[in-house]
């Protein structure tokens, strides 16, 4: 997708959507021939973390980690990226979660606009569709 960064906006705003959660991971933010190892190698090394959405069962999906979590499962309802530095993310924007990207800023600081009403839903969604996600889980488990 197109790069919609506004550094001038985001400066300003200080990174408020990373200090509150971070964005998930879709399973097209890896390629299918690396998905397994990237995501096992960023799990262990606790960047990424396994969150699910509260249903009947455990959904699982994918981000990056809170600060000062140590857990592989967090089931977290909020908190600061990892990732994130005093410069903002470090991520190149097409390696950032699809839902970082596809945050858009608006016209002020942390009125932004997004195309769905819960990324962790439409997150959980898509990786319950992904089989190697869902080895992945039962290894891990
Ligand atoms: S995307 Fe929005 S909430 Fe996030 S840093 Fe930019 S202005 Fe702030
Ligand atoms: S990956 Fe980058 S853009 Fe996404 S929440 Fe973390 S610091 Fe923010």
Known sequence: MDNNENKEICTSCGGRCCKRMPGS????DFPAETRR???LAGLRAGL???DWWEGDRREYFLRPA????????SPTWGGQCALLTEK????PFNSRPRSCRELVPGTQPGK????WDNDKFEAK???AKDQIFQDLIKELE
Request: include cysteine; hydrophobic fraction near 40%; charge should be negative.
């Open 25 to 28: 991971f879709f399973p097209e």
């Open 37 to 39: 190892e990237r995501i």
């Open 48 to 50: 990424y973390q396994l």
């Open 66 to 73: 809170i600060t000062g979590d140590n857990r592989m499962f």
């Open 88 to 91: 903002g993310c470090p991520l």
């Open 112 to 115: 932004c606009f997004t195309p």
């Open 125 to 127: 969604q898509a990786w």
